[in-house]
């Protein structure tokens, strides 16, 4: 592992209104915009936010190296709401 990865979420009316993903990951630029993009307007279920993450970041380009699997940040999105 890098170290830390760490998901900020505003969330209002039970959906994710804005995401930040930080920290010591390595990744293209594009695919971190595309999960934060895939989790906003998303609604604050456990089960869909894992879903939307792995989709966004489903190419081979789209390797996150810091994380086990990226549905970490799904978790971690779902986490900051609950």
């Given at each position: 592992m890098l170290g830390v990865l760490e998901v900020y979420a505003a969330c209002?009316?039970?959906?994710i209104t804005d995401v930040r993903v930080c920290g010591d990951v390595i990744a293209p630029s594009a695919?971190?915009?595309?999960?934060?993009?895939s989790l906003r307007g998303a609604p604050v279920?456990?089960?869909?936010?894992?879903?939307?993450?792995?989709?966004?970041?489903?190419e081979?380009?789209?390797?996150?190296l810091g994380v086990r699997s990226v549905a970490t940040i799904g978790e971690l999105a779902y986490t900051a709401c609950a």
């Open positions: 209002e009316g039970g959906r695919t971190i915009a595309r999960i934060e993009a279920d456990r089960a869909d936010l894992v879903r939307r993450v792995t989709e966004a970041a489903a081979e380009a789209d390797a996150v």
